[in-house]
């Protein structure tokens, strides 16, 4: 990690202190072209979800100040643990196969929370509740990530 997020992380006491840093970072739409290739959110090639890659390094994230659902997963995960707290990525994909989502979820009184990018939200019944609310009409695969990428759960087909 880079020394400057390292000190941002650092002051990080409160999950409210992880979502005010969140809101710093903007979440970027569509196609962006600054190295950008959009196979890497293909659900084909969520396995290269990985800590060691560019698009997955929270310093980065935190430097350029825009990301997509991956980069802000990584980002809260890695805020989230300088308050104590032990959070996963949590990645689904619809049916269509053609819209991926990832989440940074953790274990709040009793069920479970998220950030979905820069907004959090409570009151999951499982784990798995938080990515699969974003497929009303069903998801299609799911994985559950720890802070290292190391794949624990996947469902789905």
Known sequence: MSDELRGVAEEVQTIDDVEVLLQQVRYVEGVWHEGFNLNWFLPSNW????????????SWTWKVKKGFCRHFAWLACYLLTFAGVESFIVVGTGQDLMYSHAVCSFPWQGKWAQFSNNALSFEHPTLEATIEIYY??????????DLEGKLIKTWGK
């Open 136 to 145: 009303p009409e069903g998801l299609e695969c799911g994985w559950i990530y």
């Open 47 to 58: 396995w290269k979800l990985r800590i060691s890659t560019l698009w997955d390094d929270p």
